[in-house]
């Protein structure tokens, strides 16, 4: 469950955008980021969008599972898992074919580490 606000309409990451989904922080297994909404736009390709990710320690966890996850409608029960991140040291990552209209970060598991950034390039 997020721990963040639940704005209507929430924040919109365009092309070229950074999304900060976790900020240098420390969260449990099983939270969930800030929702971001990945709007449409004149010229959008039909087979879907780009979207690459990042993650960076502070403090490199032993283990850890963060997956990115997208949704058509911004309901818990929605969202769907489109990729993981288990390295340790971090890593970006690129999907592509993505068709949901809004994305997030999800901590799966983790032991140890801190300083969590999850960033989102729209």
């Not at 980021?33 to 010229?43: D, H, T, V």
Request: charged letters at 10%.
């Amino acid at each position: 469950m997020p721990n963040y606000n639940a704005q209507v309409p929430p924040y919109s990451i365009f092309p070229g955008d950074v999304a900060l989904a976790f900020n240098s922080e420390a969260p449990a297994a099983g939270q969930a980021s800030q929702q971001f909404a990945l709007p449409s736009y004149a010229g959008f390709p039909e087979n879907g969008r780009t979207i690459r990710w990042q993650t960076i320690y502070g403090t490199s966890p032993s283990a850890v599972s963060i997956v990115l996850q997208t949704a058509m409608s911004d309901a818990e029960a929605q969202y769907t898992t489109i990729d993981t991140s288990s390295a340790t040291a971090g890593e970006a990552r690129t999907v592509t074919g993505v068709r949901g209209n809004f994305v997030r970060a999800k901590v799966s598991s983790i032991t140890g580490g801190f300083g969590i950034i999850v960033q989102i390039l729209g």
